[in-house]
């Protein structure tokens, strides 16, 4: 109310948006005199407040167009969109939401709104559920209803009931009550439940449980006046009672299940045109998929022999020499020979002796993966010859913002064939793996292929120190991180990003969203103040961790060195004064040390398990399989048993593929808790080596 009364006095009436995000306010209504004044308010944001419920009538806001009620505590969800209802022009709404049951109910509840949670909403065709509705009346032909008249003859009944009884008359009051109570509680949950607009065949049915109890009011008191009169006649009404009851009660299920089963039926009737019109056009392509199984078998085999040429091939590529590779053979024992011209042998020790980190970084990439070979050589021309391979003229230099979008395409092409292996019941692949997979679905040639690993190794070496991003790319890649910490590290972006708002709202809380926003792009794109570095760190970590933050961070805080220029403001003058001398440090290199911090603790938490997984995995490929698996666990040797192994295969390769990534470990690992435990496994056997 405080905020408004300020509001009015310091600005008008003329304000379109409000801003009223995070004051702490529990009652609207009470702030409803005051918001009617502003004639043209467009735009309010009610964002985390304490909100229970919204006023029954918000209709006096008649140009409000846009609301912001997230993070509130409402605590029925049909209040708030009936209250919403009287708001004749909202058109976007912001509402936290717990499911897609309550977005649907909001949309078909407030057809005027255009946008739903910064989502445009699609008006969907409603013509076939209309048509279904209209033959689901045809079929039941009924039209089933309570209305005044049929509460009259059960009160009639009730009264009949009664006197049979002849209780004092404190009794007769006691069971008069009673069957009051009885009745408003039933047509109370009658109006719930038909206020949901269900399909007419769930209303009818709902319509009839209704009379239904409301004549059971009126049994129970017949049966306890047999109760006091015949106690045999009472035990035989109350057996078929009972009977009737478990019928009425079984024929109610089976309604209820008849338009689910009439759905099934039809989808399965439409399943099944669609399987046998696919029947058809497989017959005609079966033969040539079986042709190109063969084929690719065979092209499995002869990869497996030209790998160790090309991998050397690959290793002088990347040192910027320039080589020509004659044409192929392939003699009797499927091995490839190649003649290397314009090479100087002196340089080639010089260089091999610079570069053994290169070398082992190449064959740490490059390896014999057989599912990968096999969809590589499928688009290789068998007939390539006289390739000329040239560094550095021909090899993609990429800049930093071309890498990090290849990398997240990677990234996004592994999401989905992980989904495709999941319902394919097929074992994953590792992130290295997958790399030689999306290569090879967008460019097919092994000679393209070949080219952009080199760019990849290039830009690894080049970025990975300067940018976050890329150096956990780099590590996904050598199975020293699992893939699902990129997801954390996204989030620890999105953190900073927002306890930067947070700050800055608390620090101009007359500032708008718009204002806010473009404060925040300039810090962005430019210097954050040591205060708002600080205060972000100390939020995010614990003392001890904020202190050896901010203790190195100390070098990177430089101080401004604006200087007062002539024709100024007032305002632009004080504001360069009052800021000259706080430090400041560049967004990006903040927001990077902080990754870094984020990588390095995660390394550490993981160091221990990598070890025993390297001990497994003896080609260092980033599989196991179910005996390294188990070996594995008994060299944590943390009393973990095998009822727990069993039920550990079952959830990480329930199909038994035996193949099982260091990332499906890690992830197991840091879910299943320790034997005798609270904790994770991979955080208990780092416990225990520290």
């Not at 310091?10 to 702490?24: A, C, M, P, V, Y």
């Not at 006046?225 to 009672?241: A, G, N, S, V």
């Not at 019109?277 to 005609?284: F, M, N, R, S």
């Not at 976050?468 to 699902?484: H, Q, S, T, W, Y």
């Amino acid at each position: 109310m405080e905020v408004l009364q300020k509001i009015i006095q310091q600005s008008g009436t003329n304000l379109s948006l409000i801003d009223l995000e995070f004051k702490q306010i529990e009652n609207l209504q009470e702030l409803l005199p005051f918001l009617i004044q502003f004639k043209n308010l467009k735009e309010l944001n009610l964002h985390g407040n304490r909100l229970r419920n919204l006023p029954d009538d918000l209709s006096q806001l008649k140009s409000l167009e846009t609301l912001d009620i997230t993070n509130n505590m409402f605590e029925n969800l049909q209040q708030v969109v009936q209250s919403l209802k009287t708001l004749p022009q909202l058109n976007h709404l912001e509402i936290a939401l717990k499911s897609k049951e309550e977005e649907e109910f909001i949309i078909e509840n407030l057809p005027q709104l255009q946008m739903l949670n910064q989502q445009a909403i699609k008006i969907e065709d409603h013509s076939e559920q209309q048509s279904d509705m209209q033959s689901e009346r045809s079929v039941t032909g009924l039209e089933i209803t309570l209305q005044q008249e049929d509460l009259e003859q059960m009160a009639l009944l009730h009264d009949s009931i009664k006197e049979l009884r002849k209780e004092d008359e404190e009794s007769e009051k006691q069971i008069s009550s009673i069957f009051e109570n009885s009745i408003k509680t039933v047509m109370k949950e009658l109006q719930t439940k038909l206020a949901q607009k269900a399909s007419e065949h769930i209303s009818n049915l709902t319509i009839l449980k209704a009379k239904y109890n409301l004549y059971e009011v009126c049994f129970q008191l017949f049966l306890r006046y047999f109760k006091l009169t015949d106690r045999k006649l009472e035990q035989i009404i109350t057996k078929l009672h009972d009977q009737h009851q478990q019928i009425f009660t079984d024929m109610s299920n089976i309604i209820m299940n008849v338009r689910d089963n009439q759905q099934i039926q039809l989808i399965d009737k439409k399943q099944l045109e669609i399987n046998q019109g696919q029947l058809k056009q497989d017959k005609g392509t079966e033969q040539r998929l079986r042709q190109e199984l063969q084929e690719l078998q065979s092209y499995t085999r002869e990869i497996e022999q030209e790998n160790k040429s090309y991998l050397e091939l690959l290793i002088k590529f990347g040192k910027g020499e320039k080589i020509q590779l004659n044409s192929i053979k392939k003699n009797s024992n499927h091995q490839v020979k190649a003649e290397f011209q314009n090479f100087d042998n002196s340089s080639q020790l010089i260089q091999q002796n610079n570069n053994n980190n290169d070398k082992e970084f190449a064959l740490n990439l490059i390896k014999p993966q057989q599912s990968q070979y096999a969809s590589i050589q499928n688009k290789i021309n068998q007939q390539q010859s006289n390739v000329l391979v040239q560094a550095p003229q021909m090899v993609k230099t990429l800049t930093l913002k071309q890498f990090k979008d290849l990398i997240l395409e990677i990234y996004e092409s592994k999401l989905k064939f992980d989904q495709r292996c999941s319902d394919s019941h097929l074992p994953r692949e590792t992130m290295e793996q997958h790399m030689y997979t999306f290569l090879n679905q967008k460019y097919g040639l092994k000679s393209l292929i070949l080219e952009w690993v080199s760019c990849i190794i290039n830009a690894l070496k080049r970025y990975g120190n300067e940018d976050n991003d890329v150096a956990v790319f780099g590590k996904i890649l050598r199975n020293e991180c699992d893939e699902e910490f990129r997801f954390i590290q996204g989030q620890v972006k999105n953190t900073i990003l927002e306890l930067l708002k947070m700050y800055l709202r608390g620090k101009f809380p007359l500032k708008t969203n718009a204002d806010i926003k473009e404060m925040m792009n300039q810090r962005v794109n430019s210097f954050i103040f040591q205060e708002e570095a600080e205060d972000i760190i100390k939020y995010m970590y614990n003392q001890e961790d904020s202190e050896l933050i901010l203790n190195k961070l100390k070098q990177y805080f430089i101080q401004q060195t604006k200087h007062v220029e002539k024709r100024m403001t007032r305002e632009e003058q004080f504001q360069i004064v009052n800021e000259k001398d706080k430090s400041k440090i560049e967004f990006s290199i903040f927001q990077k040390f902080i990754l870094d911090f984020q990588m390095k603790s995660h390394e550490k938490y993981l160091s221990t398990f990598i070890q025993h997984f390297k001990q497994q995995d003896q080609d260092q490929n980033g599989i196991i399989d179910e005996n390294e698996f188990r070996q594995l666990i008994t060299e944590l040797n943390i009393g973990i048993n095998d009822l727990d192994i069993q039920r550990y295969l079952n959830k990480i390769d329930p199909y038994n593929n035996q193949q099982i990534t260091f990332s499906q470990c890690v992830q197991l690992f840091s879910q299943e808790q320790a034997p005798g435990t609270n904790v994770p496994i991979i955080q208990k056997i780092l416990s225990e080596n520290l």
